[in-house]
């Protein structure tokens, strides 16, 4: 085990310089980490803070607890500055560990959960016990398997009141209290782990506990193939583009969202849901009150605007009737007996129905009564309420489920119910927890969506006639749709890049980020977050964060201390916190603050707080630094900081120092990967969908091309950004080289890359950029400094063209980077070290490949030239997206022998054919089919080669030595190129410059006759010998004759079997049997499609020798036999000849 774990044997020392724990308190932006004593030298691989305390886990896999720690007992319980090692673990080999507010969790190598701390709440999995001092190893069994399995657990995290716990199959089990467990009950404590059935059957990637609430990553469900768009949804069959007629306009919004949410249950819930009551109030007058209380209920979410205009809508000041009460009385007025009794009935419908139904959106099939309601009313409110009828349809329920339970009949309330408005309130409360808990939809008020969101939802309204509209509503498919594409290999080898974020548990200062402030007992998607790629989640006390792919950061929450990174509001959704720095790798989110790790300039990680301040005596004005993220420079001055954990009071960050570069080259390039991916990201949304977009983009082949292109550069670009992911994890893990990806799954990278360079060069190649330009030009020439930012092409008076160009090839040059960096880090290890050599090897690959790659790329614009000056007529027949020009004849170094006097002879190689053109007229010679040699001196014919191919036969003379080894030599190399098929494969780590060996004389191919007249028309697929058919082939004629056997010298000679159809019986005649020059001779078997058999001697193609003739069957009219001796195909000489039937 020493051997990995030490980083160079006589650089021992060096190697103590990693995992170095720094603490400091937490709340202000002037800090001084302090280094934790009495680690001596033991190198930290993960740290966790609670309120008061925090836990190390050391590389041997021990588990050291330093801080207030109640549950000891023993002198040491109150606190323990420098860490005491946790003496029941010992031998346990942990591999990670988490601590809550005030409980502990570790899991060993075997999977097994040991949970200590503060148990009042059942938070350590122990029935009746305060609080359990000694780790105590807790037990999780599946219930549904039978014998009961132990399930052995990957991850934890732990909150106030509950643990979660990830499984190796990727389900989450809870225990501990409150709504944050996220499971079908309101019996706590759950002192047996429960699984969270809610998300049973998806993959869970991490999970994250804030102090009362839960988050979940979880993998998205394999995306169906492109289908032109349903009209209805396929779930609660509603349209999915909805419209309503007003007096002057119509609204159209395609923000459909299912109430039966994602198919997990296998029932489908009833979603009748509200039709019987809502139809029974549509006949009331509604009035302002009803519309009104939607708003006083979650503040000012009804409106539909971006949180940019305020207008007089959605200011809390604006509302005209805030009590609740009075709203709840008039509502209970205008409903009778009947719509009470619906509602009760309604809203609590059985657990199992239920079960997979908690997702927001409007109800099924009550839909369009909603909308009516809803219509009714606008006249009321004004028309600006009808443009976010979703919202009034969903807010509408809402209060329906509120205020419509009378108040005598609560759900079921903790502790005694107290009086007065708190009793209304807890009641309301169990309310929700009641319906989320059954499933029911406690809905957002508004799916608030952000800016940032790419096209998310459409709400159009637009004075125009509804039929006008309809055609207008139908879904137009795009020229070419650009599909996100990723390899299912790449996805089980790197971290996904397809998530989507769950929550659950109390919401009060919008935690859930659901866009309202309710809880939730079940998880459910946060949908704003859907395609944004997030690939890490942190959940503070009130707060959490999501960290994307493209190294930035949505958080949403409570926001009263700055903890958020922005100042957007509401803060019930994700928004992008604003961090300075170069993109955020890491973050973590403590009880009021956050912590962000983003690369610097140096690529030396810099540290960002924002939240909470506390103030010093100096009286100095400090407040402004808790509003945006402000750098920590004393934690710039310690090293590399690796991981960054914070708790209640405390901040801690775990350190690297930078010995011999190794640990610099490893941040440089995960810094740089994760740069390059936003590069690529921007390149794919801001230009190349811009682009596939446009019309009329050429035709059908192009835009097959260029469609190829960019589903090769969007999977290029989803492997870089998993690899971004994979490597900030890297960073945060044990850092040995030999784990890294470009490492372990090269020829992940060396293959998309080559895929891409092969589809990029073949659009280069027809003349792709440049029909792109045309439509495009006025897309560009408002992007211009886009273009010049994202490609780096900093010329002068450029043509797009060149732009195009230099921007889409431009990640060739990122395989330079990886071989660079990849040397670097070999550096930092012994010549003689398995590692060197791995690295060593690895980068040469890469280096290789990108010279492979640029050769590609010279290929393809030499290719590109040569088409633009070449005559129009032929370009069109001759230019195919994989045909490379290797040389050509334009400056007459090369004639045809023979030829006449004003001929012109051009020749043209490409890598896969020789074409001879003439005036108006070219022949191709296809590479594999054809011979090349050099003629001797001696017969005259200086510097001439000759070509020889199955129906030609022709010299070519050269007008100087050199030009004759330049040709032969290129035709001798493109032949053996074609015949390899290999022009897309190098030799990774070879070099370039393998020795060229000639073309073998013998070979396969396959070749279709034009003029030979016995072959004409004919295919033959076979072995070949200096242009001939030779040894086993098989001819098809054009009339559907064929014969498959051998060949010698161009003719069937040996044993082969030869059929020919006849169109009058509509049968073969068959002939199985030997050959001699082109003709049957020998001894063989022929089947006439008459029916008789002739078995025998041949002799050029006749019946010859002895032979025996049957002729129909025992039933039929002759049936006869013949035995005896044949001349050219006539019985003649001896002979028996029976008639079975005398």
Known sequence: TNSNKRFFSEEAEGAKERGLVYTWRAGSCSVTPERLPGLCGKTVLQAALGTNHGLLLTEGGEVYSFGKLPWRSGPEEFCANSPILENTLLGQHVITVAAGSFHNGAVTEGGVVYMWGNNSSGQCAVANQPSVPEPQPISISDSETSPLLSVRILQLACGEEHTLALSLSREIWAWGSGCQLGLITTTFPVTKPQKVEHLAGRVVLQIACGAYHSLALVQCLPVQEMKPIPERCNHCSQLLITMTDKEDHVIISDSHCCPLGVALADKQPENHAFCSSLENLEGKSVTEHTLVALESDGASLLSSNNGQEDSGMSSPGNILCTDKKEVKEYLISLSDHTLNENLEKNICPSQGEQAGACIPGPPGTSASALNSLVASCASAVGVRVAATYEAGALSLKKVMNFYGTPSNEPGPQPGSSSTGP???????????KLESMQGKKSSSLVDIREEESEGGSRRLSLPVSPRLL??????????????PTYSGEADALLPSLRTEVWSWGRGKDGQLGHGDVLPRLQPLCVKSLDGKEVIQLSAGGHHSLALTAKSQVYSWGSN????????????TVPRLAKVCGDGVWSTAAGSDYSLFLADEEDFQPGLYYCGQETTTDNNLSENNCSKSPVLLLSCSKIGYISNVIAGGDNCLVLVDKNIMGYIASLHELASTERRFYFRLSEIKSQVLRPLLGLDNLGNANTIQLLQEMASRFSKLCYLIGQHGASLSSFLHGVKEARSLAILKHSG?????????????????????FMLLAKPAIDFLSKSQELLQKLSEYNEENLQLVDVLNALFFMPFGRLHDYARTLLKLATCFEVASPEYQKLQDSSSCYESLAVHLGRKRKEAEYTLSFWKTFPGKMTDSLRKPDRRLICE????GLSLQHAGRFSVNW???FNDALVHAQFSTHHIFALSTLWVEALSEEAGNVNGLKITTPEEQFVLLSSTPQEKTKWLRAISQAVDQALKGTSDLILYGAGGNVPRQEPPISRSAKYAFYKDPRFKDAVYDGRWLSGKPHGRGILKWADGRMYSGTFRTGLEDGYGEYRVPNKALNKDDHYVGYWKEGKMCGHGVYSYATGEVYEGCFQDNMRH????LRSGKLTSSSPSMFIGQWTMDKKSGYGVFDDITR
């Open 422 to 432: 708190e009793a209304l309130k807890d009641s309301r409360e169990e309310q929700v």
């Open 1105 to 1108: 020798g002895h032979g025996l």
């Open 470 to 483: 309809r055609k207008v509503g139908r879904a137009k498919m795009r020229t070419v749709a650009l599909t």
């Open 907 to 909: 020749f043209i190689l």
């Open 748 to 768: 992940l990278f060396l293959d998309s890359y080559t895929e891409y360079c092969t589809s990029i060069t073949n659009f280069l190649v027809m003349g792709g």
């Open 560 to 571: 009263i201390f700055g903890q958020l990174g922005h100042t957007n509001s509401p803060t």
């Open 889 to 892: 004849s334009s400056n007459r």
